[in-house]
Nanobody, 127 residues
Framework: HVQLVESGGGSVQAGGSLRLSCAASEFTIDSTYMGWFRQSPGKEREGVAGISPSGGFTAYGDSVKGRFTVSRDNMANTLYLQMNSLKAEDTAMYYC????????????????????WGQGTQVTVSS
């Protein structure tokens, strides 16, 4: 069935790196805006990074600019998030999302723009 599956999370020390992947199945992502979001207990879901269908446009949350890089491989039907210089405050469940319904995207970092979500992968950064 149509789904997104994240992988690559784990535990790392502050200053380290992780690369998250999000594999799409039963649909192709090549015409789909996609994004990464994160959520910690008691906090709202936060937009981390978003990317246009071609990859030509990207956007990042202020807290991750310069440290995280979003990319996509449409041939592999996969979205990526390279996370460098990780900090303890990056600890969260990370979700990928796809905007598969028709319509314009007004804010690529707003969760409400996306209708398909993965189950999440946990990232824990120890200081």
């Amino acid at each position: 069935h149509v789904q997104l599956v994240e992988s690559g999370g784990g535990s790392v020390q502050a200053g380290g790196s992780l690369r998250l992947s999000c594999a799409a199945s039963e649909f192709t992502i090549d015409s789909t805006y996609m994004g990464w979001f994160r959520q910690s207990p008691g906090k709202e879901r936060e937009g981390v990074a978003g990317i246009s269908p071609s990859g030509g446009f990207t956007a990042y949350g202020d807290s991750v600019k310069g440290r995280f890089t979003v990319s996509r491989d449409n041939m592999a039907n996969t979205l990526y998030l390279q996370m460098n210089s990780l900090k303890a405050e990056d600890t969260a469940m990370y979700y990928c999302a796809a905007a598969t319904s028709d319509g314009l995207i007004y804010n690529i970092l707003r969760p409400g723009e996306y209708n398909l979500w993965g189950q999440g992968t946990q990232v824990t950064v120890s200081s």
